[in-house]
């Protein structure tokens, strides 16, 4: 397994996301972390498993919410640069540093 750092976009995005999702139902936004939490224990477990979408950025989609991790395989390390509402224009991840 592979550790995994956090781009400081991406821990702005899962920090609004949710902050919106409590505010829908209480308890929400908690289920939305542990989803995430799942996804990225993942990508942990087998970062080449999931598809390249730009480079060498490969995306993980989420269950239950509408949103992928994108992240980059680095030699020590996974960089989640982008925990991202499908919705959104792929151009906003797309210039974060490697």
């Known amino acids: 397994m592979l ?13 609004e996301a949710w902050s919106w999702y409590e505010t829908k139902r209480e308890g929400l936004g908690d289920e939305f972390r542990a989803c995430v939490d799942a996804g990225m224990a993942e990508i ?9 979408v730009r480079g060498e950025a490969r995306r993980k ?24 509402h499908t919705s959104r224009d792929p151009a906003d991840w797309q210039e974060r540093d490697r």
């Open 3 to 15: 550790p995994i750092r956090l781009h400081p976009a991406a821990v702005q995005e899962l920090t």
């Open 44 to 52: 942990s477990r087998s970062p080449l498993g999931y598809a390249r």
């Open 61 to 84: 989609v989420l269950r239950r919410f509408p949103y992928v991790l994108i992240y980059f395989v680095k030699t020590a390390h996974l960089e989640v640069i982008a925990v991202f």
